[in-house]
Structures are given as structure tokens and as C-alpha cells.
């Protein structure tokens, strides 16, 4: 007689019993057990709490146990789209499948409970094996006993249910695959919600991992083998693909204009992926920049290419050349300038990057020293906007400030030096230090007859680097004063300066944005092309800087902060208490805001906020009804008043 014993309580000393650490192991083990064909598994300490505590352990188990005791007849056949399309095409009845229907037995499991020692146990069969589950406290010490206790049980019962099951006759509708997927007519109403709501999480599913698949692999292999093919005509005069420096001189430019007729030239940084076409689109505006989502061929591409901005309006010959770049997941494009740093510069890596090279097609190639490693914000409620796209200067002081103005915001100090004569380029891409930022990397054009080489010993991190007001209210600190080229050298502050003095005529005034930058992803959006020089007749600038500017906050109709302040000024929001009216409780929700960039809600949890412009604040309310105990129903039926509703029922304050 082979008996199995389990259980589900704690392992006692000199027993050979199997335990199970973990309820929901029972179903494996049983399983495990039912292999071995033993004539009885019994279950120690199974359950407690009488029939519903068996049935809540063992009803999954019982369920299992059925589906596989009986073989369901065939009730799917193929639909016949031959004779559907044959039939539609000589304009026939389609020989759709006439609904039909199977009978067949369907065998239930029974459970017979038995008493034992004053308490019920239950016995089933799982496949060709009887199982008994004992409850809790109950030990299988006398296992013939309740061997033979289970097999009496059994045959006093199998006229009725032969080897522990119950028969019964059930009917299946046999279907095709349109009818089990495809609403019909003569589908009832939740038949049909069934059908669509799978028919829509289909589409859904399919829509999701086409897009995934697409940015995951489709994208990546159809911009890798652009770039390969691109590496190929650049490099094909050669012999080979290698990205070296000494064959950016030899490029094929005849085979990459007759590609593409808009290229200005190649870039290549060492130690990175950087090493791809630059192009320029003379359509571009600032609603529209074509290479933003086009690669080099003129493909539609999210990787899109690097390509000159239109303010640049020169070129290649611009005094501040701005190019653009995606920032990929996979580190292609201009994803590699993220290796510069985060919040701090990398110091190891831009040792071993100080310069990056260009090649143009009238066959020269310079070398790039870079100045400048910054940060900046496109959102006017992340602090002042600094506009690092200008294309042009009206004058070389104006230049200059420009140039002081991308060091002091840099990362690294850099052992170059600049004057008014020299060139630069900034390389553009987007970062997430904080909303939508961008990472700029300014170098300017190497002299003739200067050393392309750059003492990276003398570079050093700055630690007063100039942010957007957003990194302080993160990260604490105090903002450092931006004062201008011309005071800094002056009082003998600037050590990067090899220029004239005598040649800094004309304005410092930087150019200003006038509208938030808002185009997507590398293309910062609409900034002005520097301002011109005022004329007497005209009325000077105002520096935003030196004027005031109102806040307003209005709680319920009252404007509780009314006041002119200083630009940059921190200002205190009220708190705002909770208050009850017409048996609801109204709490603050959110700030209504206007003047702070495209933003039209603030957090409730936002206490103070930096005033750069002027702003509106007004308190929303969340309505919420007070639970009151119920009152008797009056006599007589109660008139039903309406009245306009009021500042707070509305829930919003405008």
C-alpha cells in the first residue's frame, strides 16, 4: 500500500514526512505526488475553518483537476475564405457557417466530506488519485485506516458518481474564427462589448509595439545603415571607412554633394560617434527647420541630421556657427556631448576631448578649441533666458560680451583664449537636468600658424558657474552677478582676453528673445537676430533687469498680494486655509497662473515663486460634499430654490 503524506504545518524531528513551506505550492506538489501513482495522498493541517476554508485552499486545485479529467469535443472550425471571396467577386451569398451546436458529458469533481474525530475532512480525486485533506491539528497517524475510510466512501457512492465524478450533459456552440472575434447581429449585447473591447485592445497592443519596435530597433537599424552608407561615400576615394583625422582632409566630397547638394562640411570628435555631415536647409525659418526630422539623404528619420540653424545666415563663414544635433538613447547624432557632464564637468573625458575638427568642401579642415561647456533653459519660469543663437554681431563689443557671457556659464575653465578676430561654433543638443534643457559646447576656430593642441592641464572646474534660477531652487545657493565684458576686463577679472581693446566699439548689448523657445527636441525655438544699434531718434533699451514688475494673488474674489517688485524677486505665496459653504468643504486644489510662460497651473505645493515678469495668481478650489446624518423626510414636499452659484461652487476662480 503506497501512501503519501504532506503537510502544511512545521517539520518535526524523525519524520519522513513531506512539508511544504508555502501555501501556494500545495497544487506542484500535489502534482509532483500524483506522479508517483500512490494509492492515497493525504494533506496534514490543509485548512481551517470548516467546508469554506477547504474550498477557499483547495477550489483552484478542484478546477484544475476537472479541465483535465475530460476531453472537450472539436467546436472550431476553419472559415472557408476561398468560397467568401469567390462568392463576393460574382456578387453571390457569401457561404457563411450555420450556427450548430455539440453535446458531450461533462465530468464535475465531487468532494465527499468524512468525520473523523468529531471533525470533517474531504476527499477527492485528482486525475486516478484520491486525496484526503485533513484540517488543521489533525495528524495522519492511522494512514490504513483512513485508507480504507476513503475507499468505502467511494464505492458507496460510485452508482452515483463513478470514480468520484458526477456527470452531466452540456452543449457547445461550435464556431468559426469570425464569429468568435468579429461582432455579429445576432450577438447579444455583452457579446458584442466583449468582441470590440478586444478588437480595440488589439488594435492598441498592435499600435504600441509597432512604436516600440520602431524606436527600439527600426530606427536605430534604419539610422545606422544611413550613417554606414554615408561613411561609405565620404570615405570611398580611400579604400576604407576609417573615421581617422588624417583623412578628413581627402573626404569625397564630389560623391557627398551629388547625395546631397546642401552639405557645409564634416564634423569628426575624437572618441566619440560624432564623426557625420553638417548640413543647412535655406528654407529654414522658425516655425520650420526641414533636418530636424529628415537625415541626410532627405528621409523622413526621428534621428534626424546635424544641421546648421537659420540664424547662422552665412554658413560655415557665420561668426557663430549654431549646429544642431538629436540626443539619442543610443548615443548616436550629438548624444555623445552628454559625456561632458550632467550638473559638473567631466573632467577625465574633456581631457581627452578639448577640440573636434571640421572639414569644409573647398577642401580645408580646422581644428576647434572649445571655450565653453554650459547648461540653459528654454522656459522663462526656469529663470532668465540667455539667447546662445545668434548668428551675428552688429559690433565686436557686442561680440565680445558674448563670448565673456558663454564663460562665466561654463562648466570647465578653459586654457584658451578668444578675442574679437576669432571664429566659433556652437554645437546645440537637448539634456534633462531640468525640463527640456539644452547642452552647449562653444569652441572657437583655431589661428593660423597656433598649435592645434591644448594644455588640459591648466583647465580646471568651475565651481561658480553661472545657471538658470531653476538649478538654485533645486539645489540652494545664490546666483552669481552677470556683469559685462568691458567692467570684468577693466577691473582686470579676464585672463582669456588676447585681443585690441582699442577694437571694442560699439554696444554690449546682447540680443534679446522675444517669444519662449518652443520647438521641439534640438531646434530651440524663435529668438531675434541681434538687435541693431539704436538711433537717436529711437528710444533706448530698457534693461529688464532694472525694472519692476506687479504680482497679483486673488483668493475668493479678493486680491489678498497686489504689488510691484524688483525683477528676480522672491515672493511668499499665502497659505490657504480650507473652508466650509452650502454643505461642501472647499481646500485648495491648484494656482491659476498667467505670466509665467506657457504654464497655465501651478501645484498647490509651490509656496514661493521668482518674479521675472509681471503674473496673476488665483487660488482653484476643490469642491468636495460633507457627509451629514440623514434627517427625517418633511410632511410636506420642500420647494426647490436655485440660486446662481457663487465664486466657490463654481471651483474655480478666474
Same mark, same amino acid.
Given at each position: 500500500?503506497?501512501?503519501?503524506?504532506?503537510? +502544511?504545518?512545521?517539520?518535526?524531528?524523525?519524520?519522513? %514526512?513531506?512539508?511544504?513551506?508555502?501555501?501556494?505550492?500545495?497544487?506542484? !506538489?500535489?502534482?509532483?505526488?500524483?506522479?508517483?501513482?500512490?494509492?492515497?495522498?493525504?494533506?496534514?493541517?490543509?485548512?481551517?475553518?470548516?467546508?469554506?476554508?477547504?474550498?477557499?485552499?483547495?477550489?483552484?486545485?478542484?478546477?484544475?483537476?476537472?479541465?483535465?479529467?475530460?476531453?472537450?469535443?472539436?467546436?472550431?472550425?476553419?472559415?472557408?475564405?476561398?468560397?467568401?471571396?469567390?462568392?463576393?467577386?460574382?456578387?453571390?451569398?457569401?457561404?457563411?457557417?450555420?450556427?450548430?451546436?455539440? =453535446?458531450?458529458?461533462?465530468?464535475?469533481?465531487?468532494?465527499?466530506?468524512?468525520?473523523?474525530?468529531?471533525?470533517?475532512?474531504?476527499?477527492?480525486?485528482?486525475?486516478? %488519485?484520491?486525496?484526503?485533506?485533513?484540517?488543521?491539528?489533525?495528524?495522519?497517524? $492511522?494512514?490504513?485506516?483512513?485508507?480504507?475510510?476513503?475507499?468505502?466512501?467511494?464505492?458507496?457512492?460510485?452508482?452515483?458518481?463513478?470514480?468520484?465524478?458526477?456527470?452531466?450533459?452540456?452543449?457547445?456552440?461550435?464556431?468559426?474564427?469570425?464569429?468568435?472575434?468579429?461582432?455579429? !447581429?445576432?450577438?447579444?449585447?455583452?457579446?458584442?462589448?466583449?468582441?470590440?473591447?478586444? +478588437?480595440?485592445?488589439?488594435?492598441?497592443?498592435?499600435?504600441?509595439?509597432?512604436?516600440? *519596435?520602431?524606436?527600439?530597433?527600426?530606427?536605430?537599424?534604419?539610422?545606422?545603415?544611413?550613417?554606414?552608407?554615408?561613411?561609405?561615400?565620404?570615405?570611398?576615394?580611400?579604400?576604407?571607412?576609417?573615421?581617422?583625422?588624417?583623412?578628413?582632409?581627402?573626404?569625397?566630397?564630389?560623391?557627398?554633394?551629388?547625395?546631397?547638394?546642401?552639405?557645409?562640411?564634416?564634423?569628426?570628435?575624437?572618441?566619440?560617434? #560624432?564623426?557625420?555631415?553638417?548640413?543647412?536647409?535655406?528654407?529654414?525659418?522658425?516655425?520650420?527647420?526641414?533636418?530636424?526630422?529628415?537625415?541626410?539623404?532627405?528621409?523622413?528619420?526621428?534621428?534626424?541630421?546635424?544641421?546648421?540653424?537659420?540664424?547662422?545666415?552665412?554658413?560655415?563663414?557665420?561668426?557663430?556657427?549654431? #549646429? $544642431?544635433?538629436?540626443?539619442?538613447?543610443?548615443?548616436?547624432?550629438?548624444?555623445? /556631448? +552628454?559625456?561632458?557632464?550632467?550638473?559638473? #564637468?567631466?573632467?577625465?573625458?574633456?581631457?581627452?576631448?578639448?577640440?573636434?575638427?571640421?572639414?569644409?568642401?573647398?577642401?580645408?579642415?580646422?581644428?576647434?578649441?572649445?571655450?565653453?561647456?554650459?547648461?540653459?533653459?528654454?522656459?522663462?519660469?526656469?529663470?532668465?533666458?540667455?539667447?546662445?543663437?545668434?548668428?551675428?554681431?552688429?559690433?565686436?563689443?557686442?561680440?565680445?560680451?558674448?563670448?565673456?557671457?558663454?564663460?562665466?556659464?561654463?562648466?570647465?575653465?578653459?586654457?584658451?583664449?578668444?578675442?574679437?578676430?576669432?571664429? #566659433?561654433?556652437?554645437?546645440?543638443?537637448?539634456?534633462?537636468?531640468?525640463?527640456?534643457?539644452? =547642452?552647449?559646447?562653444?569652441?572657437?576656430?583655431? !589661428?593660423?600658424?597656433?598649435?592645434?593642441?591644448?594644455?588640459?592641464?591648466?583647465?580646471?572646474?568651475?565651481?561658480?558657474?553661472?545657471?538658470?534660477?531653476?538649478?538654485?531652487?533645486?539645489? &540652494? &545657493?545664490?546666483?552669481?552677478?552677470?556683469?559685462?565684458?568691458?567692467?570684468?576686463?577693466?577691473?582686470?577679472?579676464?585672463?582669456?582676453?588676447?585681443?585690441?581693446?582699442?577694437? *571694442?566699439?560699439?554696444?554690449?548689448?546682447?540680443? @534679446?528673445?522675444? @517669444?519662449?523657445?518652443?520647438?521641439? %527636441?534640438?531646434?530651440?525655438? @524663435? %529668438?531675434?537676430?541681434?538687435?541693431?544699434?539704436?538711433?537717436?531718434?529711437?528710444?533706448? @533699451?530698457?534693461?529688464?533687469?532694472?525694472?519692476?514688475?506687479?504680482?497679483?494673488?486673488?483668493?475668493?474674489?479678493?486680491?489678498?498680494?497686489?504689488?510691484?517688485?524688483?525683477?528676480?524677486?522672491?515672493?511668499?505665496?499665502?497659505?490657504?486655509?480650507?473652508?466650509?459653504?452650502?454643505?461642501? *468643504?472647499?481646500? /485648495? !486644489?491648484?494656482?491659476?497662473?498667467?505670466?509665467?510662460?506657457?504654464?497655465?497651473?501651478?501645484?498647490?505645493?509651490?509656496?514661493?515663486?521668482?518674479?521675472?515678469?509681471?503674473?496673476?495668481?488665483?487660488?482653484?478650489?476643490?469642491?468636495?460634499?460633507?457627509?451629514?446624518?440623514?434627517?427625517?423626510?418633511?410632511?410636506?414636499?420642500?420647494?426647490?430654490?436655485?440660486?446662481?452659484?457663487?465664486?466657490?461652487?463654481?471651483?474655480?476662480?478666474?
Amino acid at each position: 500500500m503506497n501512501i503519501q503524506v504532506l503537510s +502544511l504545518s512545521k517539520k518535526r524531528e524523525n519524520d519522513k %514526512t513531506e512539508y511544504i513551506p508555502f501555501s501556494f505550492m500545495l497544487e506542484r !506538489r500535489l502534482k509532483k505526488a500524483a506522479g508517483k501513482n500512490p494509492d492515497l495522498i493525504i494533506v496534514e493541517n490543509s485548512f481551517s475553518g470548516g467546508e469554506e476554508g477547504f474550498k477557499s485552499r483547495f477550489a483552484f486545485i478542484i478546477r484544475h483537476a476537472e479541465s483535465k479529467a475530460q476531453k472537450l469535443p472539436k467546436t472550431r472550425v476553419k472559415t472557408d475564405f476561398k468560397g467568401i471571396f469567390k462568392a463576393l467577386k460574382n456578387r453571390e451569398k457569401p457561404p457563411f457557417h450555420q450556427p450548430e451546436t455539440v =453535446t458531450y458529458e461533462r465530468k464535475g469533481v465531487h468532494v465527499f466530506s468524512i468525520n473523523i474525530l468529531e471533525k470533517k475532512a474531504y476527499t477527492f480525486n485528482l486525475g486516478s %488519485t484520491r486525496v484526503l485533506a485533513l484540517p488543521r491539528g489533525m495528524k495522519a497517524y $492511522h494512514r490504513e485506516e483512513l485508507y480504507r475510510r476513503v475507499c468505502s466512501v467511494f464505492e458507496e457512492n460510485s452508482a452515483l458518481y463513478p470514480d468520484g465524478y458526477s456527470i452531466s450533459e452540456r452543449t457547445l456552440r461550435v464556431t468559426t474564427f469570425f464569429e468568435r472575434h468579429i461582432p455579429l !447581429r445576432r450577438d447579444s449585447k455583452s457579446e458584442l462589448v466583449r468582441k470590440s473591447v478586444m +478588437l480595440a485592445a488589439i488594435c492598441v497592443f498592435v499600435v504600441a509595439g509597432y512604436m516600440f *519596435l520602431d524606436n527600439i530597433l527600426f530606427a536605430p537599424l534604419q539610422n545606422a545603415a544611413v550613417q554606414s552608407e554615408i561613411q561609405t561615400i565620404a570615405y570611398q576615394q580611400n579604400g576604407s571607412k576609417s573615421s581617422g583625422s588624417k583623412k578628413l582632409q581627402k573626404l569625397n566630397w564630389k560623391g557627398l554633394k551629388a547625395t546631397n547638394s546642401e552639405i557645409r562640411g564634416w564634423i569628426h570628435m575624437k572618441d566619440t560617434q #560624432i564623426n557625420y555631415p553638417i548640413v543647412q536647409n535655406k528654407n529654414d525659418n522658425k516655425d520650420f527647420q526641414f533636418y530636424l526630422h529628415h537625415n541626410f539623404k532627405k528621409e523622413p528619420s526621428s534621428y534626424g541630421a546635424i544641421f546648421i540653424d537659420y540664424r547662422s545666415k552665412k554658413g560655415m563663414k557665420s561668426k557663430n556657427v549654431v #549646429i $544642431h544635433g538629436h540626443s539619442m538613447d543610443d548615443a548616436s547624432m550629438f548624444g555623445d /556631448l +552628454l559625456k561632458f557632464g550632467r550638473t559638473s #564637468i567631466d573632467m577625465g573625458f574633456y581631457k581627452k576631448t578639448p577640440t573636434f575638427k571640421i572639414s569644409t568642401p573647398d577642401g580645408k579642415t580646422s581644428t576647434y578649441k572649445i571655450i565653453s561647456v554650459f547648461k540653459s533653459n528654454v522656459y522663462t519660469h526656469q529663470g532668465e533666458y540667455f539667447d546662445f543663437y545668434c548668428g551675428s554681431f552688429k559690433s565686436k563689443a557686442q561680440f565680445m560680451n558674448y563670448v565673456y557671457n558663454l564663460r562665466i556659464r561654463s562648466l570647465v575653465n578653459c586654457p584658451v583664449t578668444t578675442n574679437e578676430r576669432d571664429q #566659433i561654433v556652437s554645437l546645440v543638443t537637448c539634456s534633462y537636468e531640468f525640463e527640456k534643457f539644452r =547642452t552647449v559646447v562653444v569652441a572657437r576656430k583655431c !589661428r593660423k600658424n597656433e598649435s592645434e593642441t591644448v594644455d588640459v592641464g591648466a583647465a580646471s572646474p568651475n565651481g561658480s558657474a553661472v545657471w538658470p534660477q531653476c538649478y538654485y531652487s533645486r539645489y &540652494g &545657493g545664490t546666483r552669481p552677478t552677470i556683469s559685462t565684458f568691458k567692467k570684468e576686463l577693466k577691473n582686470g577679472k579676464i585672463n582669456w582676453y588676447d585681443g585690441n581693446k582699442k577694437l *571694442l566699439k560699439g554696444s554690449e548689448q546682447l540680443p @534679446t528673445t522675444v @517669444t519662449v523657445p518652443t520647438e521641439p %527636441t534640438t531646434a530651440p525655438t @524663435t %529668438t531675434t537676430q541681434p538687435t541693431t544699434t539704436t538711433k537717436a531718434t529711437e528710444k533706448p @533699451t530698457v534693461d529688464p533687469k532694472k525694472q519692476s514688475y506687479k504680482i497679483q494673488v486673488r483668493v475668493r474674489g479678493k486680491y489678498v498680494i497686489n504689488k510691484k517688485v524688483k525683477y528676480n524677486t522672491k515672493v511668499k505665496l499665502p497659505e490657504i486655509k480650507s473652508f466650509k459653504r452650502g454643505g461642501f *468643504l472647499y481646500s /485648495l !486644489r491648484k494656482w491659476k497662473v498667467k505670466g509665467f510662460g506657457k504654464r497655465k497651473y501651478l501645484s498647490r505645493a509651490v509656496n514661493t515663486i521668482i518674479v521675472c515678469n509681471d503674473v496673476k495668481l488665483a487660488a482653484v478650489y476643490k469642491k468636495t460634499k460633507i457627509k451629514t446624518a440623514s434627517k427625517p423626510k418633511p410632511t410636506k414636499p420642500a420647494q426647490t430654490v436655485t440660486e446662481a452659484p457663487t465664486e466657490a461652487d463654481e471651483g474655480e476662480e478666474e
